[in-house]
């Protein structure tokens, strides 16, 4: 007589509880990894861009900003919202302000959805890098990053010394 080979049902639910254990610990651990991941991402374009921005202004030998712009095209006035975007341009006028003798540089789009990102002392909606490589206001700069849905632990502070340092810390900005 031959034997007949496979699972019986008892083995096939025992494999089924280990899979849905598993699955029950490793799919939030996998969630939290995604966010801070995209966090990450956010954080790294804004650094990026401020870094470039520093970079820019010491190679050209001329002042260089970046400032909130929900356009591309302009810098935006009023409550400065870095969610919205941001442009970068030499910035031969008037601070904070793209006129006929500027030159664009570089373009940021919007943050990911879910994803907000605030100034947390300045009311300014630009940062200016002098020739110098140092930064034209008299106090740091601090952008604060967190993923909307759950602030809590999915925090990013950056912040940008008057010499033009850039810092990045998980938590929120002092």
Do not use: Y
């Amino acid at each position: 007589m031959k034997e007949e080979a496979g699972f019986t049902l008892i083995e096939l639910m025992v494999g089924i509880t280990v899979l849905a254990l598993l699955l029950a610990v490793g799919v939030p651990s996998f969630t939290n990894l995604i966010r801070n991941n995209r966090l990450a991402t956010q954080t790294n374009e804004i650094v990026t861009a401020l870094n470039m921005a520093r970079s820019e202004a010491l190679k050209r030998g001329l002042p260089v900003s970046l400032c909130v712009s929900s356009d591309q095209a302009s810098c935006d006035t009023g409550t400065p919202d870095w969610a919205d975007g941001w442009i970068m341009f030499v910035d031969r006028g008037a601070p904070g302000e793209v006129d006929g003798t500027d030159e664009l540089l570089q373009v940021g789009t919007p943050v990911s959805e879910g994803f907000s990102v605030t100034e947390t002392e300045a009311d300014e909606a630009f940062v200016q890098f002098l020739p110098s490589g140092l930064v034209s206001a008299v106090d740091d700069r601090r952008f604060q990053l967190e993923w909307a849905a759950e602030p809590e632990g999915h925090t990013r502070c950056v912040s940008v010394s008057v010499g033009g340092r850039i810092n990045t810390v998980e938590g929120a900005c002092p």
